[in-house]
């Protein structure tokens, strides 16, 4: 079947259906996911799935069906029950939907190669992952292994003559252990996931990381409840800048919701801090030619040295804020209307080297795991639980865990004075380790 | 645990990546089973059609155990759902949604092999089941198929008044009255987000032992989140109500009140300080609180990682691992409860399944594949979240039992500590047994009263510490309800308790 054609067939149907506007979205993923643990196959599983999304506007007001079952029959009902689902909703002016516009190109979406490598081959690749990261003898067990690769095709068509589709894809290795000493459990884990197959980390890397991860942190101490430095590993620093990414979201802000929804062009946090949103990044895992309604997607900055600088939005936002889309419309499945979300988020590194950032230290805290809600977009408040590494007069003590770390938005944005000079790029979110001057460390 | 050196497979990897790539291609041209499932829904036969009739599973079942293999299943699903939100009092959307199709997985010794199709057609599940057959290298005589039969199981979930006769206009209107109630509740009530959602889901259960069933869940949840703002501070407050019920939910949960609840805790909070940070005793209020046992004792009790030997109660069975007041229960079979299911996605019969009693562990949470590999009864916690994933234990309705004290006498008798009124969302480590919570809304406890209001607070610790120190049990049970996530899989489910005390548990918050 032409997707292609589809799509544009079911706008017109939608159409004469009785919507004013309309738009088909259809989503053709393929998934397999290969498991192994203890030297052999846990899980295999394989997936195909299609569906199709309508969102038709009556009106001014918007009505959403998906399905995916492609009967004719089952198709017309859907668009009916978008069409009556319209009727229910509030007549909003902002409902809209974009033009063809341009394309961005993208390099670099999907690997042709990976459908093209065995199944034997990567399956080979999870058992010899697990087998690297069980080689340290402080590891006991592995929590399993695995490989798994996914590719989607998207066709959006609207009735502003908007036809696009493209297709993407990735792969990706992970690798979970665990070290087993007397009464103490201590996991680890470690993964690479990547556009193309040839970029995958190496084995010995992943391995690697993820037996470190676990046996470091056998026979952590307690440490009292103090104020003191906290140190965010690159990991972890992303869950730190992912609060204010979530507070920037133009929609957010628009209903008082982000504690920065009166801060345009004020300055937050400290000077260190850019932030910069890209969709167009070559191999970017969060890259696209368009986002979830067509809009092409583009390269800006939303925060620079610590001022907010832009906010992001979907087509419906940005009518409501009195702006342009820009390209910010997010799309899970094709089960739901847009939403709005960044695409590859970039922090400019700094001048220090993580362990130079450890030296500066008189007395911290390094973090690496992070749990909890972390950043509230909603206050601005820092609070979750922390595990990692004591640090006094520069050097590293011992580990910790249990510990919980607060502050409140402007003690722990504007106290950021030290950024690292270490970026992973083949992250979504690409984050550089960063220490905040002093937060409150619970403790015993 | 299997150790064996991994036997050279013939999987074909183009035959194997073929069987894959075609399945979307073919889903346009099959034959649909709706209409025969919206008439079951009417109450008529239950599924009708080509590909969910017993001889057809029989079939699907031969072929999935073509290989070898110890055990197959098909599942398939349908799923019609209704979603409709309201932001800032207007209505922004409305999604209607259709989701169908089915699930084949074979396991052999410790080994899964799953392969999911949209399409209900034989084709499709024939072709699912051959994919999902590569994972067996047992061999195996002439399978013949086996015969299907309809197995008895009991119902704990009663409909009134079906979904799908309810007209839409009633579920806007229940939206606009919680709204308005919240809108009303005081002016630094800025705006509210109410969602309504219910579906129904359809399913068919057939494996390899001869079980057919089918039976069909309907699901309501109804959230109000207010947003209170005093143009200095601001609080997100909410209320969540679900049950598998007909649209009678409505008889028994008020929007008005949830509203007004989720209103005062917006308004509460802007008055509230910053939360002290350090060890300390935690009151927790009865019902929702009950979500820090379901993620701190719960998940690490799913037999997954036990069977794997890598849970944090492994060998722990028939031990003393908590306090002796400390009774925790899974029960699948309360009626209408949002984690009641009947049977489970495998299955097997919902159940009472005490877990821990007096302080000592009595069970594990099982699916079949972790009762065979644990050589454990079956307890109906074989759950998924559809047709897409494989069954996996999950918790169903997870409370404390409750016991003798007074809520009023567990405060007046803590000196010092922190009165968790609700919490919000949280995790746990099942390996290292490490969890974390945040707290939506808290008190000081001063002298054995509640005192101001704090926010920010995060608790952590780790689960085995938690229920040796719990040493106050209320006789207030009651109920919350969330989603559990899991593996990538999402859950509905009731978690419960009455008020407990927690002694030193680690409190996160800014100030010293």
């Given at each position: 079947?032409?997707?292609?054609?589809?799509?544009?067939?079911?706008?017109?149907?939608?159409?004469?259906?009785?919507?004013?506007?309309?738009?088909?979205?259809l989503?053709?993923?393929?998934?397999?996911?290969?498991?192994?643990?203890?030297?052999?196959?846990?899980?295999?599983e394989?997936?195909?799935?299609?569906?199709?999304?309508?969102?038709?506007i009556?009106?001014?007001?918007?009505?959403?069906?998906?399905?995916?079952?492609?009967?004719?029959?089952?198709?017309?009902?859907?668009?009916?029950?978008?069409?009556?689902?319209?009727?229910?909703?509030?007549?909003?002016e902002?409902?809209?939907?974009?033009a063809?516009?341009?394309?961005?190109?993208?390099?670099?979406?999907?690997?042709?190669?990976?459908?093209?490598?065995?199944?034997?081959?990567?399956?080979?690749?999870?058992?010899?992952?697990e087998?690297?990261?069980?080689?340290?003898?402080?590891?006991?067990?592995?929590?399993?292994?695995?490989?798994?690769?996914?590719?989607?095709?998207?066709?959006?068509?609207?009735?502003?003559?908007?036809s696009?589709?493209?297709?993407?894809?990735?792969?990706?290795?992970?690798?979970?252990?665990?070290?087993?000493?007397?009464?103490?459990?201590?996991?680890?884990?470690?993964?690479?996931?990547?556009?193309?197959?040839?970029?995958?980390d190496?084995?010995e890397?992943?391995?690697k990381?993820?037996?470190?991860?676990?046996?470091?942190m056998l026979?952590p101490?307690?440490?009292?409840?103090?104020?003191?430095?906290?140190?965010?590993?690159?990991?972890?620093?992303?869950?730190?800048?992912?609060?204010?990414?979530?507070?920037?979201?133009?929609?957010?802000?628009?209903?008082?919701?982000?504690f920065?929804?009166?801060?345009?062009?004020?300055?937050?946090?400290?000077?260190?801090?850019?932030?910069?949103?890209?969709?167009?990044?070559?191999?970017?895992l969060?890259?696209?030619?368009?986002?979830g309604?067509?809009?092409?997607?583009?390269?800006?900055?939303?925060?620079?040295?610590?001022?907010?600088?832009?906010?992001?939005?979907?087509?419906?936002?940005?009518?409501?804020?009195?702006?342009?889309?820009?390209?910010?419309a997010?799309?899970g499945?094709?089960?739901?209307?847009?939403?709005?979300?960044?695409?590859?988020?970039?922090?400019?590194?700094?001048?220090?080297?993580?362990?130079?950032?450890?030296?500066?230290?008189?007395?911290?805290?390094?973090?690496?795991?992070?749990?909890?809600?972390?950043?509230?977009?909603?206050?601005?408040?820092?609070?979750?639980?922390?595990?990692g590494?004591?640090?006094?007069?520069?050097?590293?003590?011992?580990?910790?865990?249990?510990?919980?770390?607060?502050?409140?938005?402007?003690?722990?944005?504007?106290?950021?004075?030290?950024?690292?000079?270490?970026?992973?790029?083949?992250?979504?979110?690409?984050?550089?380790?960063?220490?905040?001057?002093?937060?409150?460390?619970?403790?015993? | 645990?299997?150790?064996?050196?991994?036997s050279?497979?013939?999987?074909?990897?183009?035959?194997?990546?073929?069987?894959?790539?075609?399945?979307?291609?073919?889903?346009?041209?099959?034959?649909?089973?709706?209409?025969?499932?919206?008439?079951?829904?009417?109450?008529?036969?239950?599924?009708p059609?080509?590909?969910?009739?017993?001889?057809?599973?029989?079939?699907?079942?031969?072929?999935?155990?073509?290989?070898?293999?110890d055990?197959?299943?098909?599942?398939?699903?349908n799923?019609?759902?209704?979603e409709?939100?309201?932001?800032?009092?207007?209505?922004?959307?409305?999604?209607?949604?259709?989701?169908?199709?089915?699930?084949?997985?074979?396991?052999?010794?410790?080994?899964t092999?799953?392969?999911?199709?949209?399409d209900?057609?034989?084709?499709?599940?024939?072709?699912?089941?051959?994919v999902?057959?590569?994972v067996?290298?047992?061999?195996?005589?002439?399978?013949?198929?086996?015969?299907?039969?309809?197995?008895?199981?009991?119902?704990?979930?009663?409909?009134?008044?079906?979904?799908?006769?309810?007209?839409?206009?009633?579920?806007?209107?229940?939206?606009?009255?919680?709204?308005?109630?919240?809108?009303?509740?005081?002016?630094?009530?800025?705006?509210?987000?109410?969602?309504?959602?219910?579906?129904?889901?359809?399913?068919?259960?057939?494996?390899?032992?001869?079980?057919?069933?089918?039976?069909?869940?309907?699901?309501?949840?109804?959230?109000?989140?207010?947003?209170?703002?005093d143009?200095?501070?601001?609080?997100?407050?909410?209320?969540?109500?679900?049950?598998?019920?007909?649209?009678e939910?409505?008889?028994?949960?008020?929007?008005?009140?949830?509203?007004?609840k989720?209103?005062?805790?917006?308004?509460?909070?802007?008055?509230?300080?910053?939360?002290?940070?350090?060890?300390?005793?935690?009151?927790?209020?009865?019902?929702?609180?009950?979500?820090?046992?379901?993620?701190?004792?719960?998940h690490?009790?799913?037999?997954?990682?036990?069977?794997?030997?890598?849970?944090?109660?492994?060998?722990?069975?028939?031990?003393?691992?908590?306090?002796?007041?400390?009774?925790?229960?899974?029960?699948?079979?309360?009626?209408?409860?949002?984690?009641?299911?009947?049977?489970?996605?495998?299955?097997?019969?919902?159940?009472?399944?005490?877990?821990?009693?007096?302080?000592?562990?009595?069970?594990?949470m099982?699916?079949?594949?972790?009762?065979?590999?644990?050589d454990?009864?079956?307890?109906g916690?074989?759950?998924?979240?559809?047709?897409?994933?494989?069954?996996?234990?999950?918790?169903?309705?997870?409370?404390?039992?409750?016991?003798?004290?007074?809520?009023?006498?567990?405060?007046?008798?803590?000196?010092?500590?922190?009165?968790?009124?609700?919490?919000?969302?949280?995790?746990?480590?099942?390996?290292?047994?490490?969890?974390?919570?945040?707290?939506?809304?808290?008190?000081?406890?001063?002298?054995?009263?509640?005192?101001?209001?704090?926010?920010?607070?995060?608790?952590?610790?780790?689960?085995m510490?938690?229920?040796?120190?719990?040493?106050?049990?209320?006789?207030?049970?009651?109920?919350?309800?969330?989603?559990?996530?899991?593996?990538?899989?999402?859950?509905?489910?009731?978690?419960?308790?009455?008020?407990?005390?927690?002694?030193?548990?680690?409190?996160?918050?800014?100030?010293?």
């Amino acid at each position: 079947m032409n997707y292609k054609e589809l799509t544009k067939k079911l706008v017109r149907e939608c159409l004469n259906r009785g919507a004013d506007k309309a738009e088909v979205y259809l989503q053709n993923a393929r998934n397999l996911s290969v498991s192994v643990r203890n030297n052999d196959i846990e899980k295999i599983e394989e997936a195909d799935s299609i569906g199709i999304g309508f969102r038709v506007i009556v009106g001014n007001r918007l009505g959403f069906s998906h399905c995916n079952d492609f009967s004719d029959k089952s198709l017309q009902d859907t668009i009916k029950r978008a069409i009556d689902f319209a009727k229910l909703t509030t007549s909003d002016e902002n409902n809209l939907l974009p033009a063809q516009e341009g394309y961005t190109e993208v390099e670099g979406l999907y690997d042709p190669e990976i459908v093209k490598i065995s199944m034997d081959k990567k399956i080979n690749m999870a058992l010899e992952l697990e087998k690297l990261a069980m080689k340290d003898e402080r590891i006991t067990d592995s929590s399993g292994s695995g490989y798994g690769e996914r590719d989607t095709e998207v066709f959006i068509a609207n009735s502003n003559g908007l036809s696009k589709s493209y297709k993407s894809g990735g792969c990706s290795l992970s690798v979970g252990v665990v070290a087993h000493k007397g009464d103490q459990r201590s996991s680890g884990y470690d993964w690479s996931s990547r556009r193309f197959f040839a970029d995958l980390d190496s084995l010995e890397n992943i391995a690697k990381n993820a037996a470190r991860r676990a046996y470091e942190m056998l026979d952590p101490k307690s440490i009292q409840t103090q104020r003191a430095s906290v140190i965010f590993e690159d990991r972890v620093s992303s869950r730190l800048i992912g609060g204010i990414i979530g507070a920037l979201n133009g929609l957010r802000v628009l209903r008082g919701a982000s504690f920065l929804s009166d801060s345009m062009n004020k300055k937050f946090a400290s000077d260190l801090i850019t932030i910069t949103d890209d969709g167009t990044r070559p191999k970017g895992l969060a890259s696209a030619p368009f986002d979830g309604e067509g809009v092409p997607t583009k390269k800006r900055t939303l925060v620079e040295n610590g001022v907010v600088k832009n906010f992001y939005y979907n087509t419906y936002a940005a009518s409501r804020a009195g702006t342009e889309s820009t390209g910010n419309a997010s799309r899970g499945r094709y089960t739901s209307p847009p939403g709005i979300s960044t695409h590859n988020i970039l922090v400019p590194a700094g001048k220090h080297t993580p362990k130079q950032i450890i030296e500066a230290t008189n007395k911290g805290l390094l973090v690496n795991s992070l749990t909890g809600s972390g950043l509230n977009t909603t206050t601005g408040d820092f609070s979750g639980g922390a595990e990692g590494f004591w640090i006094e007069n520069g050097k590293i003590q011992h580990p910790v865990r249990g510990l919980t770390i607060a502050g409140s938005a402007e003690e722990v944005l504007k106290g950021i004075d030290m950024l690292g000079d270490d970026l992973d790029m083949n992250r979504s979110m690409i984050t550089p380790t960063l220490r905040v001057k002093e937060m409150q460390i619970g403790g015993v | 645990m299997s150790n064996k050196k991994l036997s050279k497979r013939n999987i074909s990897r183009r035959k194997f990546l073929d069987l894959s790539m075609k399945g979307g291609l073919l889903v346009a041209a099959t034959p649909t089973l709706l209409s025969g499932l919206v008439s079951f829904k009417e109450g008529t036969k239950p599924m009708p059609g080509i590909a969910t009739d017993k001889s057809t599973l029989s079939k699907v079942i031969a072929k999935a155990l073509e290989r070898g293999g110890d055990f197959a299943d098909v599942y398939v699903e349908n799923r019609i759902s209704r979603e409709i939100s309201m932001e800032e009092s207007i209505f922004t959307s409305g999604v209607y949604g259709i989701r169908q199709g089915a699930g084949v997985r074979v396991i052999c010794g410790d080994k899964t092999g799953f392969a999911y199709s949209d399409d209900i057609s034989e084709k499709s599940l024939m072709r699912a089941a051959e994919v999902a057959s590569y994972v067996a290298r047992n061999g195996s005589d002439k399978i013949t198929p086996i015969d299907l039969a309809t197995a008895e199981r009991k119902s704990y979930v009663t409909v009134k008044q079906p979904l799908d006769e309810i007209a839409d206009e009633k579920r806007t209107e229940l939206m606009k009255r919680a709204d308005q109630a919240a809108l009303d509740y005081d002016s630094k009530i800025r705006m509210t987000e109410i969602n309504y959602y219910d579906q129904v889901r359809s399913r068919v259960i057939a494996n390899s032992e001869g079980l057919y069933l089918s039976d069909e869940l309907p699901l309501i949840m109804f959230i109000v989140n207010t947003l209170g703002d005093d143009g200095n501070r601001r609080h997100m407050g909410r209320q969540r109500e679900s049950y598998h019920s007909g649209f009678e939910m409505f008889d028994k949960v008020s929007p008005e009140a949830m509203a007004k609840k989720a209103a005062r805790e917006s308004v509460d909070m802007l008055d509230a300080g910053d939360s002290p940070a350090g060890t300390m005793d935690v009151v927790m209020e009865n019902g929702w609180g009950g979500v820090l046992v379901h993620e701190a004792v719960g998940h690490p009790l799913e037999a997954d990682n036990i069977a794997k030997g890598i849970g944090a109660f492994t060998g722990k069975l028939g031990k003393k691992v908590a306090a002796e007041c400390f009774t925790m229960v899974d029960d699948g079979t309360i009626p209408n409860y949002r984690g009641t299911i009947n049977y489970d996605d495998e299955g097997t019969p919902a159940r009472k399944n005490v877990l821990i009693e007096n302080g000592v562990l009595k069970g594990y949470m099982t699916d079949v594949l972790s009762a065979k590999q644990l050589d454990m009864k079956r307890t109906g916690n074989g759950r998924r979240e559809s047709y897409r994933h494989i069954p996996i234990p999950r918790m169903t309705n997870t409370f404390i039992q409750k016991g003798t004290d007074k809520p009023d006498d567990i405060v007046a008798s803590t000196e010092k500590g922190l009165y968790v009124q609700s919490l919000g969302g949280g995790s746990v480590n099942p390996i290292t047994g490490q969890f974390n919570f945040t707290c939506r809304e808290s008190y000081i406890i001063e002298n054995g009263k509640k005192t101001k209001p704090v926010r920010g607070a995060t608790l952590v610790g780790s689960c085995m510490d938690i229920v040796s120190n719990i040493d106050a049990v209320g006789d207030d049970l009651d109920f919350g309800v969330g989603f559990c996530g899991k593996a990538g899989q999402t859950a509905e489910v009731t978690v419960g308790q009455p008020t407990v005390r927690i002694r030193g548990i680690n409190v996160g918050g800014s100030r010293a």
